[in-house]
């Protein structure tokens, strides 16, 4: 990447510092955006994880009582 100033006048530093400055701007700016992304995905996301563990949860609790109960119908089968 070559550096020029703009005129004469302007020193190759200050056209250095201007790229520079150009240069953590936009890296300013894609911080800027992925903050934004961030903090509108991260709830919904949560959200969602959480709907995910509470249906999970569910499905564990009724194969636990309907193990309970096939095990009840069996030991009751084996009484008769």
């Known amino acids: 990447m070559t550096f020029a100033s703009v005129s004469q006048s ?8 201007t790229a520079v400055a150009a240069i953590v ?3 300013a700016k894609k911080i ?5 992304v961030r903090m ?13 563990a509470e249906c ?8 636990t009582k309907n193990g309970d109960e ?3 119908e069996k030991k009751q089968g084996q009484w008769d």
């Open 10 to 17: 302007r020193s190759i530093v200050l056209a250095l510092h």
């Open 25 to 27: 701007n936009n890296s």
């Open 32 to 36: 800027a955006i992925m903050v934004r």
């Open 40 to 52: 509108v995905l991260l709830p919904s996301l949560r959200g969602f994880l959480l709907h995910l």
């Open 56 to 63: 999970i949860h569910q499905v564990n609790g009724r194969r």
């Open 70 to 72: 096939q095990r009840r």
